[in-house]
């Protein structure tokens, strides 16, 4: 009689995902993450091809979190660009070993900034309709502008060199965007 699999791909992939989010991406070896989710090495790779199988599926379920910190973030700025760059800066501060493995670690896959960022829900395009509508000629233009700026405050945020409030990010954002516009 065939031994029954105690442990799924989904378990693994799990632990593997927790074990990023905890402790970074860097800490994920074969052995950590067996002891992590309690059983031998074999189970992972009789479900992944390798490690860098296993990572690319993590980097995938991370994305998917992303996309629901983001469905679920307070919208209710109605300047384009601020309300995913809150959500991009807040996630930087409360997730940061993910957001270090999805925006500044090397890509993984054929994800780019844009499809990162645009994920599921269709955010960037979103963003970009808005400030379409309100009659910015080149919102690609302004959308890299104000990136460099929310990219480089999430990043601070980690190093723990951003010290603005919520509201204080916000006001910064909204006037970086009037300021890129009338430009």
Request: net charge negative; hydrophobic share 40%; proline share 2%.
């Amino acid at each position: 009689m065939a031994r029954k699999e105690i442990i799924s791909k989904n378990d693994i992939l799990t632990a593997a995902f927790n074990m990023t989010r905890e402790k970074g991406i860097e800490e994920v070896t074969a052995r950590k993450l067996a002891a992590y989710a309690g059983c031998s090495t074999q189970p992972i790779f009789r479900n992944f091809e390798n490690m860098e199988d296993c990572y690319l599926q993590v980097f995938e379920k991370s994305l998917y979190f992303f996309d629901d910190f983001y469905e679920k973030f307070d919208k209710s700025s109605h300047i384009p660009f601020v309300n995913l760059g809150l959500a991009y800066i807040t996630f930087a501060q409360k997730e940061s070993n993910l957001f270090s493995f999805l925006f500044i670690k090397g890509d993984r896959g054929d994800y780019n900034l844009y499809s990162k960022l645009n994920g599921r829900t269709g955010a960037v395009k979103t963003e970009m309709n808005m400030a379409t509508e309100e009659g910015v000629s080149s919102p690609e233009s302004i959308f890299m502008k104000m990136w460099m700026l929310i990219h480089g405050a999430a990043c601070m945020s980690i190093t723990g060199d951003f010290d603005l409030s919520y509201a204080e990010t916000r006001i910064q954002l909204e006037e970086a965007y009037k300021a890129f516009v009338r430009r």
